[in-house]
């Protein structure tokens, strides 16, 4: 079975641009969930889809956001881009996501550099 | 205090001999536990998860949880030069949804 994949897998932007990237789950998974990981801060939890609706959401300003689709691919924007986030911005899918032994499983991530 | 609390290390332990790895958490109600482990530029990869109190072996891994004292920790028999990563604890909190926190990671370094 194929892994989570992200594309695009690298990208350099400058300040004030946006940026959309995207995950494609394990086949069969329906949540996907995003995390931003920086040396300083480790991994901080975006946000969390199941059946293209968000369920979950953390403490990341307006400019972040996210969707689902209805094969459970996942994609996430940022506005207004700031040098503060240049990061590996991850996803992760799980079968379920609302049961008691869900495992999340990572993609490769996608290293967002802002200039 | 934060949710979920690593040693960031560095941990350093000869090849040969037991890592142990502690994380602790603060929500009790706490359900679900993962390890992960993350090599440098890389994205994490699963290697444990424990749901119940006690021992979980996994070849040269095991998972401990105590949800009394509220601490989970990952021992690596055998330790090897290429389990140097970072090690994360991870918990699933209570409310339902897959929210999971991760702790910040502790590096271990395994000497030849």
């Known amino acids: 079975k194929a892994g989570v994949t992200q594309t695009p897998r690298y990208l350099i932007k400058t300040r004030g641009q946006q940026v959309t990237l995207s995950c494609s789950p394990i086949s069969g998974h329906r949540s996907v969930s995003w995390y931003q990981q920086t040396p300083g801060q480790g991994l901080q939890f975006l946000f969390e889809?199941?059946?293209?609706?968000?369920?979950n959401k953390g403490n990341f300003p307006g400019r972040f956001s996210g969707r689902q689709f209805s094969n459970s691919r996942s994609e996430m924007n940022v506005s207004t881009l700031e040098l503060g986030d240049s990061a590996l911005y991850l996803c992760a899918s799980s079968l379920d996501g609302g049961g008691y032994y869900n495992e999340q499983f990572f993609g490769p991530g996608t290293r967002l550099t802002v200039l | 205090q934060k949710e979920v609390e690593q040693n960031s290390g560095p941990l350093s332990v000869p090849e040969g001999a037991i890592a142990s790895l502690n994380c602790t958490y603060s929500?009790?109600?706490?359900?679900?536990f993962f390890w992960y482990r993350q090599y440098s530029g890389k994205s994490p990869e699963l290697i444990m998860s424990i749901y119940s109190n006690g021992d979980k072996e996994d070849g040269r891994f095991t998972a401990q949880l105590n949800k009394a004292s509220q601490y989970v920790s990952l021992l690596i028999r055998d330790s090897q030069p290429s389990d140097s990563a970072t090690y994360l604890c991870a918990v699933a909190l209570s409310g339902g949804y897959q929210k999971v926190t991760f702790g910040t990671g502790t590096k271990l370094q395994v000497i030849p």
């Open positions: 929500d009790r109600v706490s359900q679900s």
């Open positions: 889809y199941f059946s293209e609706t968000q369920r």
